[in-house]
């Protein structure tokens, strides 16, 4: 069983930065065995990528509108995912989720994850303000 906790959000003002965190437990799995991604669904928005990296660390995808501006990472030593957050715009306000899956999704390909592990968790919520 897969289990995902995000944190980190917050309100913000336009220009700031946050950095959001997702703790995975998966019993009987090992974390460094899939990629993981960020997504967001904004408010009367479909939930949309943001960023995926893989299994290693050494492959990031982002989506165009977040490119330059945020940054994926993940320590596999602590089960955690990670998305900086930088130069944020009224745009990004969204609650924000992770996941895990067994490969990374390119932008063309739909930004995302093939075979994802994980149900959905409660995400944080990020909300920039003018």
């Known amino acids: 069983q897969v289990q995902v906790a995000e944190s980190g959000g917050g309100l913000v003002q336009a220009g700031g930065s946050l950095r959001l965190s997702c703790v995975v437990t998966a019993s009987g799995l090992s974390f460094d065995d899939f990629a993981m991604a960020w997504f967001r669904r904004a408010p009367g928005n479909e939930r949309e990528g943001v960023s995926c990296i893989s299994r290693s660390g050494d492959v990031t995808y982002y989506a165009n509108s977040v490119k330059g501006r945020f940054t994926i990472s993940r320590d596999n030593a602590k089960n955690t995912l990670y998305l900086q957050m930088n130069s944020l715009k009224p745009e990004d306000t969204a609650v924000y989720y992770c996941?895990?899956?067994?490969?990374?999704?390119?932008?063309?390909?739909?930004?995302?994850?093939?075979?994802?592990?994980?149900?959905w968790g409660q995400g944080t919520a990020v909300n920039v303000s003018l």
């Open positions: 996941g895990l899956g067994d490969t990374c999704m390119t932008p063309y390909q739909g930004l995302g994850l093939v075979y994802q592990r994980n149900k």
